[in-house]
């Protein structure tokens, strides 16, 4: 069975500077999905990113980045020029690919404070 | 706005009660998910249904059912209420089979909250 680690229960990072959230994951898939989502205060489920397993090149989205280590099992999250919106709990996640259609396997998420 | 929407947004409800919670998933999404989250919890995986179908099941107690319709609206009934019941409830939805990297993603309503007195 795949899992999904998250091992920083809480982050702190000053507004305008850089954090990186750390996900590893276990897998003996060689297709899947991964992703991180974004859930604020309002408890809404954000997408923030998403990595496809088969594309060596790291996954961007304006202020967010991914380090993806396939050979490792390892899918960090940068977030650069910390905004005091991006204060959240932030979601690993991994789905099988495949055409399995799996659901989302959740790691139990990092709690991001922004300092102004 | 992923598209997903969700209704009740908020519901109180005594214990012993039975609720109904109603999604609507994104135009064109095959696959409907329910998920649970507790107060300081994870996500936990309930069931998935995909044209109607039950697809997967995960973590669903015995008093809880759900069902996909024919026009692809999906309900989650919930019996026999306890406190421990007391959740987020989120409705999510993809397109189903893989027809694309955009086809991988899945995208989450607002959620129900449920709270048992």
Same mark, same amino acid.
């Given at each position: 069975?795949?899992?999904?680690? %998250?091992?920083?229960?809480?982050?702190?990072?000053? *507004?305008? *500077?850089?954090?990186?959230?750390?996900?590893?994951?276990?897998?003996?898939?060689?297709?899947?999905? &991964? =992703?991180?989502?974004?859930?604020?205060?309002? $408890?809404?489920?954000?997408?923030?990113? $998403?990595? *496809?397993?088969?594309? %060596?090149?790291?996954?961007? *989205?304006? $202020?967010?980045?991914?380090?993806?280590?396939?050979?490792?099992?390892?899918?960090?999250?940068?977030?650069?020029?910390?905004? &005091?919106?991006?204060?959240?709990?932030? =979601?690993?996640?991994? $789905?099988?690919? !495949? !055409?399995?259609? !799996?659901? &989302?396997?959740?790691?139990?998420?990092?709690? &991001?404070?922004?300092?102004? | 706005?992923?598209?997903?929407?969700?209704?009740?947004?908020?519901?109180?409800? @005594?214990?012993?009660?039975?609720?109904?919670?109603?999604?609507?998933?994104?135009?064109?999404? /095959?696959?409907?998910?329910?998920?649970?989250?507790?107060?300081?919890?994870?996500?936990?995986?309930?069931?998935?249904?995909?044209?109607?179908?039950?697809? @997967?099941?995960?973590?669903?107690?015995?008093?809880?059912?759900?069902?996909? #319709?024919?026009?692809?609206?999906?309900?989650?009934? /919930?019996?026999?209420?306890?406190?421990?019941?007391? @959740? /987020?409830?989120?409705? @999510?939805?993809?397109?189903?089979? /893989?027809?694309?990297?955009?086809?991988?993603?899945?995208? #989450?309503?607002?959620?129900?909250?449920?709270?048992?007195?």
């Amino acid at each position: 069975a795949q899992t999904v680690t %998250q091992s920083q229960p809480e982050m702190s990072v000053q *507004e305008a *500077e850089t954090v990186t959230l750390s996900c590893t994951y276990d897998t003996s898939e060689s297709d899947y999905y &991964l =992703f991180w989502y974004k859930q604020p205060p309002s $408890r809404q489920m954000i997408l923030v990113i $998403r990595q *496809e397993a088969y594309k %060596q090149q790291n996954a961007t *989205e304006n $202020r967010f980045s991914v380090n993806f280590q396939k050979a490792a099992k390892s899918f960090s999250l940068k977030i650069s020029d910390s905004q &005091l919106g991006d204060a959240a709990m932030y =979601f690993c996640a991994y $789905r099988s690919g !495949g !055409g399995s259609q !799996g659901n &989302l396997i959740f790691g139990k998420g990092t709690k &991001l404070s922004v300092k102004p | 706005d992923s598209g997903v929407t969700q209704t009740p947004k908020h519901l109180i409800t @005594a214990t012993g009660q039975r609720v109904t919670l109603r999604c609507s998933p994104r135009s064109g999404d /095959l696959s409907v998910y329910w998920y649970q989250q507790s107060l300081d919890q994870g996500l936990q995986f309930l069931i998935q249904y995909y044209n109607g179908e039950e697809r @997967a099941k995960g973590n669903i107690l015995e008093r809880f059912s759900a069902q996909q #319709f024919p026009d692809l609206h999906s309900e989650l009934n /919930l019996s026999s209420l306890e406190l421990g019941d007391s @959740a /987020l409830y989120f409705c @999510a939805s993809s397109v189903g089979p /893989l027809t694309g990297s955009s086809g991988n993603t899945i995208y #989450f309503g607002e959620g129900s909250w449920l709270t048992v007195v």
